[in-house]
């Protein structure tokens, strides 16, 4: 079946606007993560949602990072006010259902760049 | 919280050679181990993973091994081909309800054909 999907795949933004990147998990998965891969910093953990809720919110850099997920599938990940240091690809994952089957599939994910 | 440590950081070995990486990680309650193989402009693909309650797993030519002691775990990889070419993550969750993936800063890979 289809995987992990995300758009866009690629995002140019100037410094200082508010930028949306969007999930889609594979069907059925109620659980989904998403990560950021930079140069300096390898994958870190920003957010995961079992169904519509954010249990953990821990690695959200700051407040102008946010995250909702409504019918328990699709995921947005908004980035308010973007800042140099936010360049990075930003990876979503899903998996089947938390505490049981642990495998996360991760999507291509988007590649933004703040100038 | 939990810290992932991998090496080494490159990795040359010549086709048809055994390439080992190795990684190591700090809290104990730690007890998922997944590999994800990446390869230029594409997400992580998992490629295998060990829970704690097994010492060793092994698909095909790709092998995993777990001291919960030791706290550090392998992966191995046989008969090494071109296509295995690519960087590779190791990682730890501590499950309970949030299996959010603690990486390793990965470990490049290249065969010499």
């Known amino acids: 079946g289809a995987g992990v999907s995300q758009s866009p795949s690629n995002k140019v933004t100037e410094k200082g606007k508010d930028v949306e990147l969007r999930c889609d998990p594979i069907?059925?998965?109620?659980?989904l993560y998403w990560y950021r891969q930079s140069l300096g910093q390898g994958l870190e953990f920003l957010i995961y949602?079992?169904?519509?809720?954010?249990?953990?919110k821990s690695g959200l850099p700051s407040d102008r990072f946010s995250a909702e997920r409504t019918g328990g599938s699709v995921s947005t990940l908004t980035i308010q006010r973007t800042q140099q240091e936010d360049s990075a690809v930003y990876l979503c994952?899903?998996?089947?259902?938390?505490?049981?089957?642990?495998?996360?599939?991760f999507g291509p994910g988007t590649r933004l760049t703040v100038t | 919280g939990e810290n992932v440590e991998q090496h080494p950081s490159t990795l040359s070995v010549q086709e048809g050679d055994s390439a080992v990486i190795k990684c190591t990680y700090s809290?104990?309650?730690?007890?998922?181990f997944p590999w994800y193989k990446q390869e230029l402009g594409k997400g992580p693909q998992l490629i295998i993973d060990?829970?704690?309650?097994?010492g060793e797993k092994k698909d095909q030519r790709i092998a995993v091994t777990l001291n919960k002691t030791a706290k550090h775990f392998s992966l191995h990889i046989t008969e090494t081909q071109p296509e295995d070419s690519a960087v590779y993550f190791c990682?730890?969750?501590?499950?309970?309800?949030?299996?959010?993936?603690?990486f390793g800063t990965g470990t490049r890979l290249t065969i010499i054909p």
């Open positions: 994952a899903s998996s089947q259902s938390s505490g049981r089957a642990l495998e996360q599939y």
């Open positions: 069907s059925g998965h109620t659980a």
């Open positions: 949602f079992q169904g519509n809720s954010a249990p953990d």
């Open positions: 809290d104990s309650a730690s007890n998922y």
């Open positions: 060990i829970r704690s309650n097994v």
């Open positions: 990682a730890a969750s501590i499950g309970f309800g949030n299996e959010k993936l603690t």
